[in-house]
């Protein structure tokens, strides 16, 4: 599937702290007046600022999407096929994605993608690439951000007396960083669940960078924008969407299609994609740019509405592990 882009979503957001956070550079500077840990810096076209690695936002985005799935599906590969799981990435040897007969043989390339977890599907593992791609998050406004240096020491667990310390470290307590999350080939159920990963981050299930357990990390999530394009598709008597190259029935102008409605069922079946993944929508579809491709978008205030509608796609992946 990464040979082909049947539809994608780039969904537009800012993280605010709600208090401190810190994501470290992985090591210290030459400046001494610099504190011990120092924030990532970068220049960008705005200038040399601290910033939020998309690499640091998406481990934590798949570390509380794989917590999500085990609570409500499994943590080991079941028996039964199409029953919904997740993996330890770090501690799986993926024999599973060998020929049974050859174990030095891979499986095809839609094999491998049927029988990965649901995370790695989104996320890729050693054989996969990852349809989800977070780029790093800048600030909105420099003038606005606002640094701070606080002191900690490190407490030896056995003696309860100091370790390491003390040591000081800088925080950011203020300001804004957009960034963008891009979703190519995807099901619904796999965009619905990155909704809630977005949802818990706002609510301050999880948090992002260093001490987490201490009360930092915690940001607020503002949705800008998210659209959704389908790039061989064109706009058909203005109310139907067709996808070219195919004698597929066109769908309504308002459908939210998963990758699996762009695909031969047979196909699709190969990859394990689910069928009739799709979602009526109140939004109407419009051409992209140059009058090749057609694009559904989610302004500032309705994003919530594009989730809402995956999460039901979400919901019947849920049904079958029932």
Same mark, same amino acid.
């Given at each position: 599937? /990464?040979?082909?882009?049947?539809? /994608? ?7 605010? +702290? ?22 990532? #810096?970068?220049? /960008?076209? &705005? ?16 570390? /509380?999407? #794989? ?35 050859? %174990?030095? %043989? ?6 491998? @993608? ?23 998050? @800048? ?28 040591? $000081? @470290? #800088? ?48 940001? #607020?999530?503002?949705?800008? !924008? ?13 109310? %139907? ?19 699996? &409605? ?7 079946? %190969? @990859?394990?994609? +689910?069928? $009739? ?17 057609? !694009?559904?978008?989610?302004? &500032? ?22």
């Amino acid at each position: 599937m /990464h040979k082909r882009l049947v539809n /994608h979503c780039t969904i537009e957001l800012t993280l605010s +702290p709600r208090g401190p956070i810190l994501i470290k550079s992985g090591k210290e500077g030459a400046d001494p007046t610099k504190p011990d840990m120092e924030f990532v #810096e970068t220049y /960008h076209a &705005e200038g040399r600022s601290v910033y939020l690695p998309g690499s640091s936002l998406k481990g934590a985005i798949r570390a /509380h999407a #794989e917590r999500i799935v085990r609570t409500v599906g499994r943590d080991s590969k079941p028996n039964q096929p199409g029953l919904l799981w997740a993996n330890d990435p770090l501690n799986d040897n993926y024999d599973y994605l060998k020929d049974p007969k050859d %174990k030095k %043989k891979k499986l095809s390339a839609p094999a491998i @993608y049927k029988e990965s977890s649901f995370t790695d599907q989104l996320f890729g593992n050693v054989e996969i690439a990852s349809r989800l791609r977070i780029e790093d998050a @800048y600030p909105v406004d420099r003038s606005q951000l606002k640094l701070e240096e606080r002191n900690g020491v490190a407490i030896d667990r056995v003696f309860g007396s100091v370790a390491v310390g003390p040591f $000081n @470290y #800088e925080v950011c307590t203020a300001g804004a960083f957009k960034t963008k999350i891009h979703l190519k080939n995807f099901s619904l159920a796999q965009l619905g669940l990155i909704g809630l990963v977005l949802r818990d981050l706002n609510d301050g299930w999880f948090g992002i960078g260093f001490a987490k357990s201490r009360g930092m990390g915690q940001v #607020e999530v503002a949705l800008k !924008q998210a659209i959704v394009q389908y790039p061989g598709c064109v706009l058909e008597d203005s109310s %139907k969407i067709q996808l070219l190259g195919s004698n597929q029935p066109p769908w309504d102008d308002t459908m939210l299609l998963g990758a699996g &409605e762009f695909l031969a069922k047979a196909e699709a079946n %190969k @990859y394990g994609f +689910p069928d $009739n993944d799709k979602q009526a929508t109140p939004v109407r579809a419009e051409a992209m740019e140059l009058g090749f491709g057609v !694009q559904l978008t989610w302004a &500032e205030g309705t994003v919530p509405d594009l989730f809402e509608r995956a999460v039901q796609a979400w919901r019947k992946v849920l049904e079958v592990v029932a």
